[in-house]
């Protein structure tokens, strides 16, 4: 069974001028001990998807519907109360900024006491003695002096690693990730992202690692998910999805990598901008921007669907596109 079922998730934050729809019909799973990685481009909707998971949407943000399951139970309907036992206790998260999860006025250790102490049956001593366990595997030296100094006594990637020792402190059995690395230098990032690697492996925890670094999950993940304008367009196996990209989206994601084999003047870019909420297009949100774009694209919205190992919201992969002769005439032209 799967830990964690988002299952047609649709997130609207309602106005003056009417509801916008920022997340339209989310549907993925992941299996316990594995790491799934959500990435796309800023305003895709990859960090409201982590919010609506572990109860922190910003109001007026609210889960309009869907369901979201943890071990088989729903936990987008629970109130205020019941949502922050469950995170924490089974439900850990990392965020972008460390200071915004390190209260500054209390010690690293008051902050993992507590949060131990706040999820499982065991004494002051036990919990101090767990936290310098934690720190110490999370990299942290001297543990036992570090844990009565204040965020600010850190640098940054070290804070980083006491976020991750917080957001294990109750042995959850997810974590959701959101742009973990981003605030630290490449040289810490790739310590940090083996870290939050081995140590979620050795626990048998799993991962929901969001990022906007294809670098960062073809390293880390097991499945990725490719965001677009509130929808997925695109989920598979890492490799296949990074090596093979089904959907014309994944593939410029691609190709916009710097490749240090090649010696060329310009990187390739993808044309235009994620469209905003207010002024999504019909059919095929990519469609404006879409190199392989035709009729179909820009009338009827594709689900997801089965494009070799992977699945892809795109009408190239229908399996009615060739008989009904609904195909791509410019692609050629585009191309060339």
Same mark, same amino acid.
């Given at each position: 069974m799967s830990l964690l079922q988002v299952k047609n998730l649709?997130?609207?934050?309602?106005?003056?001028?009417?509801?916008?729809?920022?997340?339209?019909?989310?549907?993925?799973?992941? !299996?316990?001990?594995?790491?799934?990685?959500v990435v796309g481009e800023s305003g895709a909707g990859k960090s409201l998807t982590g919010a609506a998971?572990?109860?922190?949407l910003e109001p007026p943000g609210r889960i309009a519907s869907g369901q979201i399951l943890l071990e088989g139970e729903r936990i987008d309907q629970l109130g205020h109360e019941a949502m922050r036992h469950i995170r924490g206790r089974r439900i850990g998260a990392i965020f972008q900024d460390p200071l915004?999860?390190?209260?500054?006025?209390?010690?690293v250790g008051q902050q993992m006491v507590e949060t131990v102490l706040a999820h499982l049956p065991v004494s002051a001593a036990e919990a101090r003695e767990r936290s310098i366990a934690l720190l110490r595997d999370?990299?942290?030296?001297a543990p036992e002096q570090r844990i009565d100094h204040y965020p600010h006594q850190f640098s940054g990637g070290m804070r980083q690693r006491v976020v991750i020792a917080l957001a294990l402190a109750a042995e959850p059995k997810l974590i959701v990730a959101d742009e973990p690395t981003t605030a630290l230098d490449v040289s810490i990032q790739a310590q940090i992202i083996g870290l939050l690697k081995r140590i979620c492996h050795e626990r048998g925890a799993s991962v929901m690692l969001i990022t906007h670094d294809m670098g960062v999950i073809a390293e880390t993940c097991d499945r990725v998910a490719v965001m677009y304008a509130g929808r997925i367009a695109e989920i598979g196996p890492v490799h296949e999805v990074?090596?093979?990209?089904?959907?014309?989206?994944? !593939?410029?994601?691609? !190709?916009?990598?710097?490749?240090?084999?090649?010696d060329r003047e310009r990187l390739n870019q993808i044309d235009g901008a994620m469209p905003r909420l207010n002024a999504i297009p019909s059919g095929c949100a990519f469609n404006p921007r879409c190199p392989q774009?035709?009729?179909?694209?820009?009338?009827?919205?594709?689900?997801?669907?089965?494009?070799?190992?992977?699945?892809?919201?795109?009408?190239?992969?229908?399996?009615?596109?060739?008989?009904?002769?609904?195909?791509?005439?410019?692609?050629?032209?585009?191309? !060339?």
């Open positions: 649709v997130v609207e934050f309602p106005g003056r001028r009417g509801t916008l729809r920022a997340l339209d019909d989310i549907s993925f799973d992941i !299996a316990p001990g594995e790491v799934l990685g998971i572990i109860g922190l915004t999860s390190l209260n500054p006025l209390y010690t999370t990299g942290i030296s990074i090596n093979h990209p089904a959907h014309p989206y994944t !593939a410029g994601l691609m !190709a916009a990598i710097p490749d240090m084999a090649l774009v035709f009729d179909r694209c820009r009338s009827q919205r594709p689900d997801l669907m089965a494009a070799g190992t992977t699945r892809a919201a795109c009408w190239l992969h229908a399996s009615d596109a060739a008989a009904t002769g609904n195909r791509p005439e410019v692609v050629a032209e585009v191309q !060339a």
